[in-house]
């Protein structure tokens, strides 16, 4: 089993999920927690959204197409290593930091702290799997 390839997986995922949030528009920002205003902000007919939104996919690609590099699948990325170190970060930072946000919301509700920030930890410790898997093919 390949982990940084499953790392890989749920990164496109993510991304192709947020790819809905904009083509689908309100009631999926409002589905998968965004927030009210970001769901008004759509229903109204906002740039802003789809902007946050596409940033978003953005990330979420590049960083499936560095754990897909990290596994072999595609040619190796530019500074691979130092990479995947960062974006395991950022998935365990995301996901260790959303649970102190249940309490202070932002606009979000809890619920979509616990799943968002569950879903963070589960890939960076898949992350993490991957990196002592592959460390020294990298």
């Not at 589905?31 to 596409?54: D, N, R, Y």
């Not at 530019?78 to 930091?97: D, F, S």
Request: net charge positive; aromatic share 14%.
């Amino acid at each position: 089993m390949n982990y940084l390839m499953i790392a890989g997986v749920l990164s496109a995922v993510a991304a192709v999920m947020h790819i809905g949030c904009i083509y689908f528009g309100a009631s999926w920002y409002r589905f998968f927690g965004a927030g009210e205003h970001m769901a008004v902000l759509a229903e109204k007919g906002s740039i802003q959204p789809t902007l946050i939104t596409t940033g978003i996919i953005i990330m979420l690609s590049v960083w499936a197409a560095y754990a897909f590099s990290g596994a072999g699948v595609i040619t190796q990325l530019p500074w691979l290593r130092i990479g995947l170190v960062v974006i395991t970060g950022i998935y365990m930072l995301r996901g260790i930091a959303g649970l102190f946000l249940i309490y202070a919301p932002m606009g979000r509700t809890p619920d979509f702290w616990i799943w968002s920030s569950l879903i963070c930890l589960s890939v960076g410790i898949i992350h993490i799997l991957g990196l002592y898997q592959q460390w020294q093919h990298l």
